[in-house]
T-cell receptor, first 112, second 116 residues
Framework: EPEVTQTPSHQVTQMGQEVILRCVPI?????FYWYRQILGQKVEFLVS????????KSEIFDDQFSVERPDGSNFTLKIRSTKLEDSAMYFC??????????FGPGTRLTVT | AQKITQTQPGMFVQEKEAVTLDCTYD???????LFWYKQPSSGEMIFLIY??????QNATEGRYSLNFQKARKSANLVISASQLGDSAMYFC?????????????FGKGTRLSVIA
């Protein structure tokens, strides 16, 4: 069964460093998303992406964040200068039009 | 804006018993979808069940069923014959159904513990 994959599973970085989180969505899906979950809290939407551009973003998704689909398979989330409060689980998801979103296993980001 | 409320931070259930996890929602849009996800301790988000606002019947998927009461704006998840492996966080979520795909809005979750 096709699935969303994410790398790395765990990333530790120092405050102020740039990180890139990678995702490979399900191959025939057209819509891609990033969500985050701070430990013990609910899952929050960051950004959605369709047709090579951002279709919607939340207040959390400020200028420190960017997304890219550099080739036909990968979907990346970049945080330019990480802060302690960026520590969270980051989930990538993908969907076909009108269908449920399938989540990847997540990347746990720890900023020290 | 949409809102999901899960009022039960934690629930306990005896193995083989049924359990209901509560979820209420708020939206002014008539066309929406309701979802339940399971998050085990390993952290991944597993899709369980979906209910559309125009669906006439309650959704069922194996041991999971969704008790959809539109007038009360509730979408409770019922797990029948609980198993130890059902111990996890459960999140209710919704999104507006428009052309394209809108993001999911999640509740705070309910931690279910199944007791042997």
């Amino acid at each position: 069964e096709p699935e969303v994959t994410q790398t790395p599973s765990h990333q530790v970085t120092q405050m102020g460093q740039e990180v890139i989180l990678r995702c490979v969505p399900i191959s025939n899906h057209l819509y891609f998303y990033w969500y985050r979950q701070i430990l013990g809290q609910k899952v929050e939407f960051l950004v959605s992406f369709y047709n090579n551009e951002i279709s919607e973003k939340s207040e959390i998704f400020d200028d420190q964040f960017s997304v890219e689909r550099p080739d036909g398979s990968n979907f990346t989330l970049k945080i330019r200068s990480t802060k302690l409060e960026d520590s969270a689980m980051y989930f990538c998801a993908s969907s076909a039009p009108g269908y449920e979103q399938y989540f990847g296993p997540g990347t746990r980001l720890t900023v020290t | 804006a949409q809102k999901i409320t899960q009022t039960q931070p934690g629930m306990f259930v005896q193995e083989k018993e049924a359990v209901t996890l509560d979820c209420t929602y708020d939206t002014s849009d008539p066309s929406y979808g309701l979802f339940w996800y399971k998050q085990p301790s390993s952290g991944e988000m597993i899709f369980l069940i979906y209910q559309g606002s125009y669906d006439q019947q309650n959704a069922t998927e194996g041991r999971y069923s969704l008790n959809f009461q539109k007038a009360r704006k509730s979408a409770n998840l019922v797990i029948s014959a609980s198993q130890l492996g059902d111990s996890a966080m459960y999140f209710c979520a919704m999104r507006i159904l428009v052309s394209g795909n809108t993001p999911l809005v999640f509740g705070k979750g309910t931690r279910l513990s199944v007791i042997a």
